[in-house]
T-cell receptor
Framework: ELKVEQNPLFLSMQEGKNYTIYCNYS?????LYWYRQDPGKSLESLFV?????AVKQEGRLMASLDTKARLSTLHITAAVHDLSATYFC???????????FGGGTRLMVKP | ETGVTQTPRHLVMGMTNKKSLKCEQH?????MYWYKQSAKKPLELMFV???????ENNSVPSRFSPECPNSSHLFLHLHTLQPEDSALYLC???????????????FGEGSWLTVV
């Protein structure tokens, strides 16, 4: 059974600071997805990582994938309040279209 | 506006009621999903319809019954639910075939269900 763990589950940080969210998964996969969810809203796709060493960047967010370590990171640079949300990583089981989601990281950026 | 629309957005039902959640996708996808999201658990996959074939999570109680009449529509029929079934139910869709862009799943806004 594929398991996906995120760390930390809750993160409170000051504006302007940097931080990294970690996503570990238990079985071989080379497809990993990051989603953002605002309170009361649906999930919005942020990044799709499809190979070992893949790196994607959008604004203040950068995601990377290390399939050998079974680890993905979501790095936040110079955080701003608008980034406050819950971030989920999800891993494809390589067998089709089954995604297993991590527990989510609730990010709160304080002014 | 999301390409996946869900109705109703909010539903309150008694334990003896029968109701249905509806989902429609306008993205030309051929796979659709129901997920459950609650305060206690991360996103749980309930059902998948892919290329008109149903793939089911065996741990889903029979009081939840999916229906997929075509590749654009998905229903979740609810009957004799329990208060612990109160949660956000998210519909999603994707392409069943893997592409160069992976198979990103696109979510609807969700239906908030409260069972009283």
């Amino acid at each position: 059974e594929l398991k996906v763990e995120q760390n930390p589950l809750f993160l409170s940080m000051q504006e302007g600071k940097n931080y990294t969210i970690y996503c570990n998964y238990s079985t071989t996969s080379d497809r990993l997805y990051w989603y953002r969810q605002d309170p009361g809203k649906s999930l919005e796709s942020l990044f799709v990582l499809l190979s070992n060493g893949a790196v994607k960047q959008e604004g203040r967010l950068m995601a990377s994938l290390d399939t050998k370590a079974r680890l993905s990171t979501l790095h936040i640079t110079a955080a701003v309040h608008d980034l406050s949300a819950t971030y989920f990583c999800a891993v494809d089981d390589n067998a089709g279209n089954m995604l297993t989601f991590g527990g989510g990281t609730r990010l709160m950026v304080k002014p | 506006e999301t390409g996946v629309t869900q109705t109703p957005r909010h539903l309150v039902m008694g334990m003896t009621n029968k109701k249905s959640l509806k989902c429609e996708q306008h993205l030309g996808h051929n796979a659709m999903y129901w997920y459950k999201q609650s305060a206690k658990k991360p996103l749980e996959l309930m059902f998948v319809y892919s290329l008109e074939e149903r793939v089911e999570n065996n741990s889903v109680p029979s009081r939840f019954s999916p229906e997929c009449p075509n590749s654009s529509h998905l229903f979740l029929h609810l009957h004799t639910l329990q208060p612990e079934d109160s949660a956000l139910y998210l519909c999603a869709s994707s392409q069943a075939e893997l592409t160069g862009f992976g198979n990103t799943i696109y979510f609807g806004e969700g239906s908030w269900l409260t069972v009283v």
